[in-house]
């Protein structure tokens, strides 16, 4: 069975730092395409930042310069460093593996206080 399980995520105060991890099991996930994902209340779900399985990623304008997506394949876990917080930021974080078919964590929330 797949699981992707998020943690990390908790309330700051805005220009803090959070790091969240997403931990997966049941398959092998070194070849996918792992990215985070956020949703605010009232808003879709969009793209925060993606990794290959190389090296490439991919960030939202908002978070460019600020967060940092890395993965370590032994660990089959994907982690989101998240610097220079803001308000704005304030939502539920969610991880996404992409092999052949798409997997979704539970999501961990984030609130970023001003």
């Known amino acids: 069975q797949v699981q992707l399980v998020e943690s990390g995520g908790g309330l700051v105060q805005a220009g803090g730092s959070l790091r969240l991890s997403c931990a997966a099991s049941?398959?092998?996930?070194?070849?996918?395409?792992m990215a985070w994902y956020r949703q605010r209340p009232g808003d879709q779900r969009e793209l925060v930042a993606s990794?290959?399985?190389?090296?490439?990623?991919r960030y939202h304008d908002s978070v460019k310069g600020r967060f940092t997506i890395s993965r370590d394949n032994a660990k089959n876990t994907v982690y989101l460093q998240m610097n220079s917080l803001k308000p704005e930021d304030t939502a539920v974080y969610y991880c996404?593996?992409?092999?052949?078919?798409?997997?979704w964590g539970q999501g961990t929330q984030v609130t970023v206080s001003s």
């Open positions: 996404k593996a992409s092999l052949g078919y798409d997997y």
């Open positions: 049941g398959r092998d996930f070194s070849m996918s395409t």
């Open positions: 990794i290959n399985s190389g090296t490439s990623t």
